[in-house]
């Protein structure tokens, strides 16, 4: 974990992080405690008849796995997630408001190139949401 965070996270969460599958992207979702709560508190409200959230109860809490900062600010991904992301030697952990997600260095070159030149396109981003980034 960046030194940059590691501040926050210990005085927010004392360092208790949830790792899970991102359900969209090929990567991992990393949440500190407090903000994974948030996330089981919302999964209990929904109707669990329906397969589609049984479908995603399982895939983000049967995959969710708590982790612990240590001293050096470091966690350890267990081999099944590292295997799901294809984490190999060099990973990339990149802030996302309420999460991190982790990468393997490789696709998120990849998906950012794409990412930068799918917005670039004319008409790409409602006016409303580039008023953010001007």
């Not at 974990?1 to 004392?14: A, I, N």
């Not at 990849?110 to 930068?116: F, M």
């Amino acid at each position: 974990m960046p030194s940059r965070y590691r501040d926050e996270l210990d005085s927010k969460c004392s360092g208790q992080l949830i790792i899970t599958v991102d359900t969209i992207d090929p990567c991992l979702c990393v949440y500190p405690l407090d903000e994974w709560e948030v996330i089981e508190a919302k999964l209990r409200t929904l109707p669990s008849q329906h397969e589609s959230v049984r479908r995603l109860q399982r895939l983000l809490i049967g995959n969710a796995v708590d982790l612990e900062l240590d001293g050096s600010g470091r966690f350890l991904v267990p081999p099944r997630l590292r295997e799901h992301a294809k984490l190999d030697k060099k990973a990339m952990l990149v802030g996302q408001l309420n999460k991190f997600q982790l990468w393997d260095e490789d696709t998120w070159n990849a998906v950012a190139t794409a990412d930068l030149a799918a917005i670039q396109q004319p008409g790409a981003i409602p006016d409303e949401l580039r008023d953010l980034i001007l």
